[in-house]
């Protein structure tokens, strides 16, 4: 059996504490704003019919990041060790879940994210730089079989590029790091920041949907929920509480990896104040500029420029309504500044779990390996070829009507897989907080989660009904997702019996 220890004092280490109040809530801002605000209203808007819900939906998301920030704030400062969700679950339920985390982590949630915000970066440099494509290949689509092919684009190779200077940054010390985190996070924020008040200045008009007289009636605004879901049984309110659920999807994402900065616990200064803080406070700017940014698109644009955006870009169109073409240059760059420092935190943090599993005999020997600038750069190492492969894999796609060949992304259908299996998780950290309090009732508590138990409560129930919305929505997705998961059973096993070989 693995050595399993519920001594949850600090464990002698090499990282160095470093991150101090600022930075680990820079951390937590950077992680979470990406590109998903920019893009995933327009999927949520087709889904749902109507701004009132639609707001709803980012709302209720909102509320689930709060109320599991307020949760997870506990264990952070409980056990401010490097790995931080994968330790939580270690010490919770065993180390069986732990590892099933960290193995869902490196395979496709964290390296998955980080290819598919590293292509979105790719992506709006295209809008200035029309030579960085999608369809400007270097190596062509060699097709593999199975709906699948490889291929090398421009876009790919700048995704790579990004991917891997980024890994080899961190990799030179933990304040070169910060630094670029720092920087991008707050030109990020200023920028979303400006988006919203150019919408709530220069929006609200007549055909704006913030003018629109059916803010709740989806009916009323042409929707029908067969047509956002085809083949759904259900009819009236209960098929409306079912999409809502799916819209909450898109919103959810864009507000994840707010736990990223636990990963670093390690290497947080006075970790029992700095964590919950960092928590609470990003979390609670995120929330704050992304509903309003939602009231800026619906005060620009009416509901059906969300709901048709071209490639879902609402941002994109929200500042070409408000000043031209101008304006799409401008939201472009903004993008393009959100996505690179988006992708430094989602890195910077990501590699600490898998060097905490390598520690626990979970993972190559090597990844538990510091170098001179004191970081964890195998596993960087690792997780950056892993992300950056990730970016290579492509989907094939023919259309049955004129026989037209396209190409999607494998790292969005993992991602797709993968969401419901990454609430369970999130579930899973919320729970450990009523666990650990009677596993280990007199550790000491830095933080202790407000409104407890209330508090961890409303985020199970909330988190518990919309897995089952997406399993019965979407139960292909889903259950491939647990699929992915449950391969690493083996692995961990093995992994078992290797460590006690060694033993």
């Known amino acids: 059996?693995?050595?399993?220890?519920?001594?949850?004092?600090?464990?002698?280490?090499?990282?160095?504490?470093?991150?101090?109040?600022?930075?680990?809530?820079m951390i937590v801002v950077g992680s979470m704003i990406g590109s998903g605000i920019f893009i995933t209203s327009a999927e949520s808007a087709r889904l749902i019919g109507a701004p009132g819900w639609l707001l709803l939906a980012w709302a209720l998301a909102g509320l689930l990041t709060i109320t599991g920030a307020l949760c997870c704030a506990e264990l952070a400062a409980m056990m401010p060790k490097a790995g931080g969700q994968y330790v939580f679950l270690r010490e919770a339920y065993g180390p069986l879940f732990g590892f099933l985390f960290g193995w869902a982590i490196f395979l496709v949630i964290q390296t998955g994210t980080i290819a598919a915000v590293a292509v979105a970066f790719a992506k709006f440099t295209g809008v200035l730089v029309p030579t960085i494509a999608a369809n400007n290949y270097l190596v062509a689509p060699v097709h593999l079989g199975g709906g699948y092919?490889?291929?090398?684009?421009?876009?790919?190779?700048?995704?790579?590029?990004?991917?891997?200077?980024?890994t080899w940054t961190n990799t030179r010390g933990l304040e070169l790091g910060k630094l670029v985190q720092n920087s991008f996070t707050f030109a990020k924020t200023v920028a979303l920041i400006g988006l919203?008040?150019?919408?709530?200045?220069?929006?609200?008009?007549?055909?704006?949907?913030a003018r629109s007289a059916s803010w709740w009636n989806s009916w009323a605004n042409g929707w029908s929920p067969q047509v956002a879901q085809p083949g759904l049984a259900a009819v009236g309110g209960f098929a409306l509480l079912m999409?809502?659920?799916?819209?909450?999807?898109?919103?959810l994402f864009a507000q994840s990896a707010w736990n990223n900065v636990t990963f670093t616990g390690s290497e947080v200064r006075d970790p029992g104040r700095t964590l919950p803080r960092a928590l609470l406070i990003g979390c609670g700017i995120v929330v704050t500029l992304y509903v309003l940014a939602n009231v800026a698109y619906i005060a620009t644009l009416p509901l059906e420029g969300i709901q048709t955006a071209p490639q879902n870009r609402v941002a994109v169109a929200a500042m070409n309504a408000m000043l031209g073409p101008g304006g799409t240059i401008l939201m472009a760059i903004a993008i393009m500044i959100s996505t690179f420092g988006c992708n430094n935190g989602l890195i910077l943090a990501g590699a600490r779990v898998s060097y905490a599993m390598a520690r626990d005999g979970l993972f190559f020997r090597g990844v538990a390996t510091l170098n001179r600038h004191k970081t964890p750069a195998m596993a960087l190492m690792a997780q950056g070829v892993w992300a950056a492969l990730l970016t290579l894999p492509r989907t094939v796609i023919t259309d049955p009507a004129t026989g037209a060949v396209s190409y999607g992304n494998v790292y969005t259908q993992l991602l797709e897989y993968i969401v419901s299996v990454d609430l369970v998780f999130y579930v899973l950290m919320v729970g450990a907080v009523i666990v650990l309090r009677r596993k280990l009732p007199d550790a000491p508590r830095p933080y202790r989660t407000w409104g407890y138990p209330i508090v961890p409560l409303i985020y199970i129930t909330i988190a518990g009904l919309l897995i089952v919305d997406l399993a019965y929505l979407a139960p292909s997705t889903s259950g491939i997702g647990y699929l992915i998961v449950l391969t690493g059973v083996p692995v961990f096993y093995a992994w078992s019996r290797r460590r006690r070989g060694e033993g």
């Open 196 to 209: 919203i008040i150019l919408g709530l200045a220069l929006g609200w008009g007549e055909e704006s949907a």
């Open 243 to 251: 999409l809502l659920g799916k819209a909450m999807v898109g919103p």
């Open 1 to 25: 059996m693995i050595e399993h220890r519920h001594d949850i004092k600090e464990e002698p280490q090499q990282l160095a504490r470093s991150l101090g109040q600022l930075d680990a809530t």
């Open 149 to 166: 092919a490889i291929s090398l684009s421009t876009e790919q190779l700048l995704a790579v590029v990004m991917i891997l200077l980024l």
